[in-house]
């Protein structure tokens, strides 16, 4: 099993599917992250970032029922101007970015119940958050935070 290249592959196939994003990383830490932010140029407006999934148990009622469960998000960033951002332009920005992280949110959802992707077959639907993301080394966005049995 190769589960964080399988999820590197699964932000790929989103990025695919979804227009708007137009580069992804995965990162395990608040370095990587504040690095990939600070290079992001205004052209590559959306990044995605994948969180290295973590993996803890799910709590299981016997050993035979034993599952990994993976925590992780999907960061839906934009570089920004805070000089030049008006509550206008903020609020607009917030909604383009937004669409964004709905339609992950729906592909996160439809690949869950068909069943055919490795990582979202065991998506637990209930753990899924989208929260406003401000200022983080000057990109604005939404995180799409959620859980999944491997």
Known sequence: MAAIQDFKNYMDEIQEQIAGINLNKVVTSEKQL?????DLERDQNALMIGLMPNFGNNSPSSGDA??????TELMIFEKTDFSELTEE????????????AQLV???LLEDHLKGSCNIMRFLD???IQIVD????????GWTVVFTFDI
């Open 89 to 100: 332009k903020y609020v607009s920005q917030s909604d383009r970015l937004f669409a964004i």
């Open 34 to 38: 504040t690095k990939y932010l600070s």
């Open 133 to 140: 993301v401000y200022n983080n080394s000057q990109c604005n």
């Open 105 to 107: 949110n729906d592909k």
């Open 66 to 71: 034993f599952r990994l469960k993976g925590f």
């Open 125 to 127: 639907p209930t753990s």
